[in-house]
């Protein structure tokens, strides 16, 4: 007697799709959806042409710009990072139907405040890429190391340490517990 298996449905069309979108892995026009979720956080990276977004004059303007853009779609921030030629946020949208004008706002806002305060002729295209999200698929281990991640880039960003010297938050901890 033959015995009958059930059919997998991991063939071509069932594929997971993947939960990262954007930045340098967009090569041309985009074939698939990005993907976004308003019960899982979302690490989202907006990368400038120009380091021009620590400036003295434009640091305060940028952080205040991303609060208050954040704050008025209902985006809450977990964690954020000014590095100066791009920026680190760990997010949680309210919806997905409002993420298209938060990033939007946000995005126009920063390249019109920054381009006004700095010398815009120098200045061609403001974002290098498109916005580069990722779902963070875990509220523990994965959301932890994401924000530990943001956190490593603001406190580097600040020029209290150099990646060649620190690669993870846990070489940082034992290094500040040693100066201590």
Known sequence: MKRHYQQSFLEKGFAKPSDKFGGSLLKGNPKSKRPLESKLPIHLVLRSGKSSM??????????????????????????????????????????????????????????????????????????????????????KKAYKSVKDYVYLNQVEAEGHISRKEISSLSQLKMIWADTA
């Open 54 to 139: 620590r400036l003295p004059k434009t640091l305060i303007v940028v952080n205040e710009t991303v609060r208050r853009t954040a704050a008025k779609h209902g985006v809450k921030i977990y964690q954020f990072a000014n590095v100066g030629n791009h920026l680190h946020l760990l997010i949680k949208i309210p919806s997905v139907r409002q993420w298209a004008a938060f990033i939007r706002e946000l995005s126009g806002r920063i390249a019109q405040q920054v381009m006004e305060l700095v010398d815009s002729a120098s200045i061609e295209k403001f974002w290098r890429f498109r916005p580069y999200t990722r779902i963070v698929r875990s509220w």
